[in-house]
């Protein structure tokens, strides 16, 4: 299905929606999802990890102590 078509269906579906929590929940996942900063395609989250292991195998990264040295938790 096509980007408008998935829009305009969506829109009749919230239009005809008569329950507001649900408006209101689908609101906030949606705000949810637009404010995620990085979202990889397959192929780059499989680069990603393998730079990682690569990383890690060469020394690279930190402990878990270092890391929650760095960001104490609240």
Request: charged share 40%.
């Given at each position: 299905?096509?980007?408008?078509?998935?829009?305009t269906q969506f829109q009749k579906e919230i239009e005809n929606e008569q329950d507001?929590?649900?408006?209101?929940?689908?609101q906030a996942y949606y705000r949810?999802?637009?404010?995620?900063?990085c979202q990889f395609s397959s192929e780059e989250l499989?680069?990603?990890v393998r730079r990682s292991v690569e990383d890690e195998r060469n020394g690279g990264g930190k402990?878990?102590?270092?890391?929650?040295?760095?960001?104490?938790s609240k």
């Open positions: 299905m096509a980007t408008l078509e998935l829009k507001n929590s649900v408006i209101e929940r689908v949810r999802l637009k404010a995620t900063p499989i680069e990603e402990s878990m102590e270092e890391m929650r040295r760095k960001h104490p």
